[in-house]
């Protein structure tokens, strides 16, 4: 990371002095600077290693681009600028709910970086922001791996929740269903598609676990390799089979016999043909991401009876007709805004894009459902 050039006020405006604008625009920069190193070094704090060793260089990055900022600024660094609520809240909201989002958060805060399109910025802090994103986004590539599985249940079964469940209660308010009739409708909604969706994960999931370990490498293959004829050579069979080319098989293969013609096979010999034709950790690394059976379905079931249980809050406490309906689609509505929202935070997108996606696909389906219920409506009769 290249360190930014050391350039003052006059280098940037000349004999000029600063705009208002431009004052601005240095402190808002410099804040963001600020928080940005403070979130590296709290997040150093909680890894240990290599992990450490990087988020605190990216912090020192942080620091060096704050000392840019400052020396424009000189005396009118003070008093300290804060960053923008928006940045606050999304702050607040990483450290209320983990690592995974704070990381999440980080990566928005590189990739939206304004450097690009400001002439006071050099080009050299431009680039460092992009690639801050690009370290930041490796630094979360694992955790999002493990949190894939797991959070594909919660999110979809969530949503799930929310739009069937208020497409529900919506069909049938719409028919003229006396409240408690439609609650009942609802709960029994509740509790069949929660299972549903839980049986159905647990299958999806286990199912889809068994398909990848037939792929995998036998653990114990390696232990054929000593037996094996070196003039005919079938390891070389094995490499091409998975993807390799003649020669890259036929070396790779030769590789493994050089090691094992060895006067003694050492543990680490030994290590190193049964990492050549994959083990145990490629059965973990291959199913990591999918998850565990009953963790999908746990998650499944809990986040589908959370989402499906918001439309029938206006009924649990007595309310009927238009109203209940209006404040059911509003609690719902406010819930898919969350959870899309939640879902870009995590991809280091934006979330707003994936938050309208979610309201307009939920209000799509329980609009459907309540035009069919006001066709088929009993007070029609």
């Not at 994960?201 to 390696?222: F, G, K, M, T, Y």
């Not at 020669?247 to 049964?274: K, N, W, Y």
């Not at 969350?338 to 609009?367: D, F, H, N």
């Amino acid at each position: 990371m290249a360190p930014a050039p050391a350039l003052g006020p006059e280098a940037v405006g000349g004999a000029q002095a600063p705009t208002k604008a431009q004052i601005r625009r240095w402190r808002r920069h410099l804040a963001e600077e600020r928080m940005e190193a403070r979130t590296y070094r709290s997040l150093a704090e909680r890894r240990t290693g290599w992990e450490r060793e990087v988020l605190l260089q990216l912090a020192e990055a942080e620091r060096r681009h704050e000392e840019y900022w400052l020396a424009l600024l000189g005396e009118r660094a003070l008093p300290a600028p804060k960053p923008r609520l928006r940045v606050r809240i999304s702050a607040w909201l990483a450290q209320m709910f983990g690592t995974i989002f704070i990381l999440a958060m980080a990566q928005r805060a590189e990739q939206r970086t304004t450097y690009d399109i400001d002439e006071d910025a050099p080009a050299q802090m431009a680039a460092d922001e992009h690639i801050h994103g690009e370290v930041i986004r490796g630094l979360t590539a694992r955790s999002r791996e493990a949190l894939a599985g797991t959070f594909r249940a919660a999110v979809f079964g969530a949503n799930d929740g929310l739009v069937s469940n208020l497409a529900l209660v919506l069909g049938v308010a719409a028919t003229g269903m006396a409240p408690g009739l439609v609650l009942a409708t609802g709960v029994a909604g509740l509790l069949a598609g929660a299972l549903s969706m839980a049986a159905g994960e647990w299958v999806s999931v286990r199912s889809q676990r068994e398909l990848l370990d037939a792929s995998i490498p036998d653990p114990d293959a390696h232990q054929a390799v000593p037996a094996l004829d070196v003039n005919a050579n079938e390891l070389a069979l094995v490499f091409r089979a998975r993807g390799e080319s003649p020669e890259d098989a036929d070396a790779h293969a030769a590789t493994i016999f050089a090691q094992l013609a060895r006067p003694a096979i050492t543990e680490s010999g030994a290590i190193a043909v049964h990492a050549a034709l994959g083990g145990g950790d490629a059965a973990n690394g291959a199913t990591e991401q999918v998850g565990t059976p009953w963790r999908a379905a746990s998650s499944s079931f809990c986040f589908f009876a959370i989402g499906a249980f918001f439309p029938l809050v206006p009924y649990i406490f007595g309310m009927s007709g238009l109203g209940a309906i209006a404040l059911a689609a509003l609690i719902v509505g406010l819930a898919l805004l969350g959870t899309g929202g939640v879902v870009g935070i995590l991809s280091g997108q934006s979330p707003a894009p994936r938050a309208l996606r979610q309201l307009l696909i939920g209000y799509g389906a329980a609009g459907v459902t309540y035009v069919l219920g006001l066709l088929f409506g009993t007070t029609a009769a």
